[in-house]
Nanobody, 127 residues
């Protein structure tokens, strides 16, 4: 059984930063491409960022490009999302997800292609 546990959410003022962490257990972490998604109240879940199994390939939604950075530490079974220059519209529950199907240098932006999900962590940005 694979488990994903997010942490690091909280309340921050616009322009501030948060660092989300996702700890993965249960299987070999390096087998998974990883992604971050978010869901704001009344909205559908949306893609935020993804990183390949190798860690060398990353991809971002246009809305966060240049402000967010995804990274992974395969030795610590952890994926991080550094969020800078936060805006009120970044307020959402953030979920990390693991994708077993993508190749070593690949990733997915589609939620249905991810195999495992965390419970989410709330990030709130005040104006």
């Amino acid at each position: 059984q694979v488990q994903l546990v997010e942490s690091g959410g909280g309340l921050v003022q616009a322009g501030g930063s948060l660092r989300l962490s996702c700890a993965v257990s249960g299987r070999t972490f390096s087998w998974y491409a990883m992604g971050w998604f978010r869901q704001a109240p009344g909205k559908e879940r949306e893609f935020v960022a993804a990183i390949s199994r190798s860690g060398g390939i990353t991809y971002y939604a246009d809305s966060v490009k240049g402000r967010f950075t995804i990274s992974r530490d395969n030795a610590k079974n952890t994926v991080l999302l550094q969020m800078n220059s936060l805006k009120p519209e970044d307020t959402a529950i953030y979920y990390c997800a693991a994708d077993l199907k993508s190749g070593y240098f690949d990733y997915s932006t589609l939620s249905h292609e991810y195999d495992y999900w965390g419970q989410g962590t709330q990030a709130t940005v005040s104006s």
